[in-house]
């Protein structure tokens, strides 16, 4: 309680240069660069943060930068690579990394019946090891859990394996795939597992197994990222900071394209899409309470206008009862979109436990009706994996054909089309040259409250080789390109 | 460039007016001790955050899954500073009137029908607008409070986008403006939490004017820690168990994870069963204490189970 506000005269303000601010402006430039939208006031907000945290903590210095700048989670994995980018070397992490080894070849590697007359700095301390000698360190303290010793043998074995030589072109991955076979953790996790086996005094229930086998999981994987973030260190000081952080640059999760997905950029989708549908319900129910008024409700204006004495102070509305949105969702997937459609059939998913009324369609040659795969599914798994195995999709050969499609939809489905119905294509328009039947779309454009089309291919892409897509959308209401989440969520804001 | 300049000049004219504060917290470690004192177990990021909120007077917006103690923070930090708890629910249709201040119509009609004999129309209308007929609402209560405070908007996701706009003034410049009364700055810079469960996006300029904290379900270390400073007599064998039971299922992938409230919960379970030690039986039981959702039960019990058989008979207990 010493100081007050007033002493808090930010003298960085005034643009002082000092290496700090120099070093996180740099850093923040590159923040943007990832794509991170980083605007001026809190940059600003940011300088005056780390003036309140001592710079030798770390982790309380990255909290704070990370506090002031980065204001969405999904934004912090990028955040954390820079961040360790740009203040690996400056650090004092080595220094404390060369203390801890000074205090661990006193005790901890005695433990393991290794003598070692003196310490030498940096990783030297261990180079005399061989290298099962440095399997058994490394089996002790994943079996200990021991955290300092574990951040020590990983920066070893980056030493002793990955082979790094100054100025050579390959990238982390390389090196870390070199580190890590060498290890043969998957050895490593049965002999863990045989040890606590060994020490158990009777039998481990399968529980125990299980438990026992996710806590060697958990500290096997804290190596392989102290060793993944060692790797990063070394190569960061053999290129220089820009050069690096320029190699680690990678799409944010909205902007990660359906069609080329990793499987854990699809898991972190996936995990995107339920606010998303949420926010597509909110919209196609637009006739909410708030804001939009209907006639004047007499009755309710004279009961509170007795209250004021029998003034009707305060007129009351009648509200207008939100319209209940129905959807039908027409979905593309054959093999030309097969990324794209996983996705698909999440969203898919994902919207018929919004809404009260969706009906779900998916179709390569043949087409099918599927909300009854997806409604009442708890387990999303398992509704794609119906959808995938029993739905009837196939009529010929198994290539798309939109025209064919939309026939068997307007003939089976099309007189279900109202004028509350929303209706969502989800394809490529490639159509294999087949017949494009486009007065289906006319004919349901007319009936339909609404028709949209959204396309996972790049715009450049449409009406190239045999996509058709041109044609439909002349019938469309609109014609979307939906290739990560940000394009989906700016389709759901033109709902409006 | 002149941006900037404008910014600055405009910072500056906000510390003058602003009221000088001693500041709440020392340093960063006193924050985590205080919280503790009120078995509040807050890790590095989480104690970092609020004291930098305390040194740069700004709003924290917390994010996160929902039962990790999001609005337990601001009532922890509430107590440990001995401060008054002001909390505003936020939900659809939230408006000014319940948000900042509404006129008292109906003292205002009294007035009216008291004076109209005897004073001049101009002069009632002066007084109708003055601060006796001020309704204060929790916003405005919390920057004309007298006594330490901290303001808790809870939900502030669940308000429209355009309803978001409300708070802007009163989150960067502490002061509302009311139209026939002027603006009324604070007393005070109360600390602020906005809590949100992610549903939809907040603004850009929301965001802007906070500090950002995402509170994640706690690691193995810390839950057991919370279940022990929560629950008194607990067996710490038996806490280190169901921490890292939980910890199993957090990782397979569920409809929803159980949280912290849940993980107390069923702890607590446990300690009235009087269990000392878990097996596959127990767990199977009392799984629907964990998670809430059929389909996630069986997933869990199939994972964990010794055999097939006691999924079975686990089955029919749920359908009895």
Known sequence: MSSTRELNESTHAEGQESPLLELLNGFIVELRLAGLPVSLTESLDAMEAVSHIPIEDRDAFKYALGATLVKNYSHWKSFEVVFEVYFSIRGSEYEIQENELENLTGDEVGETEYQQGEAPSGGGAMSGLSPEELQEMLFRALLNGDQAMLRLLARQSVIRYAGMEPGRPVGGTYYLYRTLRNLDLDSMLDRLMDQSREQALSDLTQLEERLEQDEYKNRIEELKKQIESEIRRSLVADRGVEAMARTLRKPLPEDVDFMHASREEMANLRRSLYPLTRKLAARLARRRKYGRRGPLDFRKTIRHSLSYGGVPAEPKFKYPRPSKPEIMVVADISGSVAAFARFTLHLLYAISSQFSKVRSFVFIDGLDEVTRFLEGVEDIGEAVHRVNTEADVVWVDGHSDYGHAFGVFWEKYGKDIGPKTTVLILGDARNNYHASQSWILKEAHHKARKLYWLNPEPRAYWDTGDSILGEYATYCDGAYEVRNLRQLEAFIEKLV | ?320
């Open chain 2, 1 to 320: 460039m002149l941006v900037v300049i404008i910014f600055l000049e405009d910072e500056a004219f906000l510390k003058d007016t602003l009221i000088q504060v001693d500041y709440r917290f020392e340093d960063v470690a006193g924050v985590r001790s205080g919280l503790s004192d009120v078995s509040y177990l807050a890790d590095d990021g989480i104690a970092g955050i609020v004291y930098l909120a305390d040194r740069l007077a700004k709003p924290v917006l917390i994010e996160g899954p929902a039962g990790t103690g999001k609005t337990q923070l601001a009532k922890s930090v509430a107590e440990m500073s001995g401060a008054r708890l002001i909390r505003l629910q936020c939900y659809e249709g939230l408006d000014e009137s319940k948000a900042l201040y509404e006129w008292n119509y109906k003292k205002q009609l009294l007035r009216i029908q008291a004076e109209n004999e005897t004073r001049d129309w101009n002069e009632i209308e002066d007084d109708l607008f003055s601060e006796d007929f001020l309704l204060s609402r929790p916003l405005l209560e919390a920057i004309r409070a007298e006594e330490p405070v901290v303001l808790l908007i809870d939900e502030v996701d669940r308000v429209e986008i355009e309803t978001e706009a409300l708070l802007l003034e009163i989150l960067s410049e502490y002061q509302v403006s009311i139209p026939e009364l002027g603006t009324v700055v604070g007393n005070q810079v109360p600390l602020v939490f906005l809590t949100s469960n992610g549903t939809r996006e907040l603004s850009e300029a929301l965001k802007r004017r906070c500090l950002y904290l995402y509170i994640d379900y706690p690691d193995l270390e810390r839950e057991r820690e919370i279940i022990n400073a929560k629950i008194p007599g607990m067996d710490e064998n038996l806490a280190d168990q169901i921490a890292r039971i939980v910890r199993s299922i957090r990782q397979l992938d569920l409809k929803k994870h159980p949280s912290v409230s849940e993980t107390l919960d069923w702890a607590k379970t446990l300690l009235l069963l009087g269990i000392e030690k878990i097996d596959a039986d127990v767990a199977t039981e009392t799984a629907n204490v964990l998670l809430k959702y059929r389909s996630d039960i069986e997933k869990a019990t199939k994972e964990f189970a010794d055999n097939p058989d006691s999924i079975e008979e686990a089955e029919e207990e749920g359908a009895a």
